[in-house]
């Protein structure tokens, strides 16, 4: 096993009951050491996503306790395990690293499998690596299912959140045009990457009609509300192309898609696009943008200011 020398008093988050925020609690960590297949990285950022506390609000196995929390992180190479390579080929200690789906990402270090762990290109900052592939493969997911191509004119839902942004350029990549509900507030982003904003409230559909005279293809809800549902049917006759990430109920009673990272074709999908958006990201073709990073030790505080709804940009915690 190759391996820096270790004088580190690692940690990590955990949550230890199912609920709110205060089963939140960091704790020291033994890192175990890597074996076949596997890499030990020493973070450097480790990404923050809405499903980090809603997977614990939503928990109810006792046998899944205590939770680690975190799937997505950036960092160096510690160790690496015997004839181990990552996936992108190759691999030495120091070396920098990005990685998704991984469990326990809010530690100063963990042991991964190697196949979930990728070269950070240069030209992406720690942060921003740490967050490019819960929403980047999600919003990847979203267009792929639904069929997005070159033409389309697409309905977006929340346009200005980080899988919004993210859906938007990827759309403009393959030609699309999209509308992106968002609050008044956020025009400006959806705007800077490449989509036509509309704001969302009472009187959506007639102000997407407006926006989109020539009809709308695809409907992609990434907000789950009712009123985006409702809109997203009345526009799009094919239900094979609108799809939730967000409202799985309305999407069982009214017959359109749904996806999910915990969904076997989902988790499929998005292993085999990750390389792919790390291509782009490395181009500077796909942009993270980020609000904010916290100290690993604050992670709680991060969580609050992250369930806010409106961070303005992806939050990073750094060890």
């Given at each position: 096993?190759e391996?820096?020398a270790d004088t580190?008093?690692?940690?990590?988050?955990?949550?230890?009951?199912?609920?709110?925020l205060?089963?939140?609690?960091?704790?020291?960590?033994?890192?175990?050491?890597?074996?076949?297949g596997?890499?030990?990285?020493?973070?450097?950022?480790?990404?923050?996503?809405?499903?980090?506390?809603k997977?614990?609000?939503?928990?109810?196995?006792?046998?899944?306790?205590p939770?680690?929390?975190?799937?997505?992180?950036?960092?160096v190479?510690?160790?690496?395990g015997?004839?181990?390579?990552?996936?992108?080929?190759?691999g030495?200690?120091?070396?920098?690293?990005?990685a998704?789906?991984?469990?326990g990402?809010?530690?100063?270090?963990?042991?991964?499998p190697?196949k979930d762990?990728?070269?950070?290109?240069?030209s992406?900052?720690?942060?921003?690596?740490?967050?490019?592939?819960?929403?980047?493969s999600?919003?990847a997911?979203?267009?792929h299912?639904?069929?997005?191509k070159?033409?389309?004119?697409?309905?977006?839902?929340?346009?200005?959140?980080?899988?919004?942004?993210s859906?938007?350029?990827?759309?403009?990549?393959?030609?699309?045009?999209?509308?992106?509900?968002?609050?008044?507030?956020?025009?400006?982003?959806?705007?800077?990457?490449?989509?036509h904003?509309?704001?969302?409230?009472?009187?959506?559909?007639?102000?997407v009609?407006?926006?989109?005279?020539?009809?709308?293809?695809?409907?992609?809800?990434?907000?789950?509300?009712?009123?985006?549902?409702?809109?997203?049917?009345?526009?799009?006759?094919?239900?094979?192309?609108?799809?939730t990430i967000?409202?799985?109920?309305?999407a069982?009673?009214?017959?359109?898609?749904?996806?999910a990272?915990?969904?076997?074709a989902?988790?499929?999908?998005?292993?085999?696009?990750?390389?792919?958006?790390?291509g782009?990201?490395?181009?500077?073709?796909?942009?993270?943008?980020?609000?904010?990073?916290?100290?690993l030790?604050?992670?709680?505080?991060?969580l609050e200011?992250?369930?806010?709804?409106?961070?303005?940009?992806?939050?990073?915690?750094?060890?």
């Amino acid at each position: 096993m190759e391996c820096m020398a270790d004088t580190h008093e690692d940690r990590r988050w955990i949550a230890t009951a199912f609920g709110g925020l205060d089963v939140f609690e960091e704790v020291p960590a033994t890192v175990a050491p890597p074996g076949p297949g596997e890499v030990t990285i020493e973070v450097r950022a480790a990404g923050m996503n809405p499903a980090d506390y809603k997977h614990v609000a939503s928990g109810s196995n006792p046998a899944d306790l205590p939770v680690r929390v975190g799937y997505e992180v950036s960092g160096v190479i510690r160790a690496l395990g015997p004839d181990t390579e990552i996936a992108s080929g190759g691999g030495a200690v120091g070396d920098e690293v990005l990685a998704f789906r991984v469990a326990g990402g809010y530690a100063s270090a963990l042991t991964v499998p190697a196949k979930d762990v990728f070269a950070k290109p240069a030209s992406l900052g720690f942060p921003e690596a740490a967050n490019l592939l819960l929403a980047g493969s999600t919003a990847a997911e979203m267009l792929h299912v639904t069929g997005v191509k070159e033409g389309d004119t697409v309905l977006l839902h929340g346009a200005s959140g980080a899988v919004g942004v993210s859906v938007l350029q990827q759309a403009a990549l393959l030609g699309a045009t999209v509308i992106g509900t968002a609050g008044e507030s956020s025009f400006d982003v959806v705007r800077r990457f490449g989509g036509h904003p509309v704001a969302y409230g009472d009187g959506l559909e007639a102000r997407v009609r407006e926006a989109a005279p020539g009809g709308i293809d695809v409907a992609l809800d990434a907000v789950g509300t009712d009123e985006a549902v409702d809109v997203s049917l009345a526009l799009v006759d094919d239900r094979q192309r609108i799809v939730t990430i967000a409202a799985p109920g309305r999407a069982k009673a009214d017959g359109f898609l749904v996806i999910a990272g915990a969904m076997p074709a989902s988790a499929a999908f998005r292993d085999g696009v990750r390389a792919h958006l790390i291509g782009l990201a490395g181009d500077g073709r796909l942009v993270v943008p980020m609000a904010r990073t916290w100290p690993l030790d604050e992670a709680r505080e991060a969580l609050e200011f992250l369930q806010g709804q409106h961070p303005g940009g992806k939050l990073a915690l750094i060890p």
